[in-house]
């Protein structure tokens, strides 16, 4: 897409406001981004970024997507104030967890161009992973439109089965905090071997951001990397016989995924 989309944004919290400051770091012109946020305190940090906030919807937009960052449970409320905006070819393009297209269908229409999304908390950061599905209406111009918009704050990847899209929430959407769940076992178990607080949490904060971009940047997929560093005998092959054992890790991990999914499921 040559020219980057105009947005108008609803919601505004944390991730709306990771959304902005990405768009904004892309180089989207603050004249192609209107937000409506009606907190006081957001409101007073849209404005620092030259940006036209609303504390209600907007009459008029000249938004050709308009992405809502509001919490699931607000969208019954809000979806209905941009009943209008369904007649001029916008694409709605929803980040709020769990809710379905047909969700939005069953509000706005279903000759409606709806895409749904699930980035995660490193988006504040330019490093998201993002999914995005959409349903039968929306063209060639508004896949590309929806994608921009993700793509400034880290990769997109696209689903064709939406039924998936609660697996994909409980491992990216919920799988930072997964992730820091083991930084902060790891630096316990530092802490309890004796080292001190100080140096168990920069041991393994450094040695879960290296792993990361290490797999990232690499040819060979994690598994290879971990017999990589695994020396017969060695003290890496003692700590992965405990993890690994009846693949303990590993069944954990399907577990916690799967509650998660399940979670997703009755949410919807």
Same mark, same amino acid.
């Given at each position: ?105 069953? =509000?706005? !229409? @279903?000759?409606?161009?709806? %895409? ?6 490193? &988006?504040?950061? $330019?490093?998201? +992973? ?40 409980? =491992?990216? !959407? @919920?799988?930072?905090?997964? %992730? ?6 790891? &630096?316990?178990? $530092?802490?309890? +071997? ?58 954990l991990m399907k577990e916690a995924v799967h509650a998660a ?8």
């Amino acid at each position: 897409m040559n020219k980057p989309p105009k947005i108008l944004l609803v919601g505004c919290g944390n991730m709306g406001q990771a959304l902005l400051k990405g768009w904004l770091e892309q180089g989207w012109a603050r004249s192609d981004i209107q937000v409506v946020e009606p907190d006081k305190d957001a409101q007073s940090t849209i404005e620092s970024l030259g940006v036209e906030v609303s504390g209600a919807r907007v009459a008029n937009t000249h938004a050709e997507v308009v992405v809502l960052a509001v919490k699931p449970q607000q969208l019954k409320i809000v979806l209905p104030d941009y009943l209008d905006f369904t007649e001029k070819g916008h694409v709605f393009l929803s980040i709020a967890a769990g809710r379905p297209i047909a969700f939005y269908e069953s =509000i706005l !229409g @279903s000759q409606i161009s709806i %895409v749904r999304g699930m980035p995660n908390m490193s &988006a504040s950061i $330019g490093q998201s +992973m993002t999914v995005l599905v959409g349903n039968s209406m929306v063209d060639h111009r508004q896949h590309e439109a929806c994608e921009a918009v993700m793509a400034a704050v880290g990769r997109v990847a696209w689903l064709e089965d939406e039924s998936l899209m609660n697996t994909v929430t409980a =491992i990216s !959407g @919920s799988g930072p905090a997964y %992730v820091f769940l083991l930084i902060e076992s790891l &630096a316990a178990a $530092g802490i309890d +071997m004796g080292l001190s607080r100080e140096l168990a949490a920069e041991l393994a904060l450094a040695t879960v951001a290296g792993a990361s971009v290490l797999a990232i940047n690499s040819e060979v997929d994690p598994a290879e990397l971990r017999r990589q560093v695994t020396s017969p005998g060695g003290t890496t092959e003692a700590a992965l016989a405990v993890l690994m054992d009846n693949n303990a890790l590993l069944e954990l991990m399907k577990e916690a995924v799967h509650a998660a999914t399940e979670r997703g499921q009755d949410l919807a």
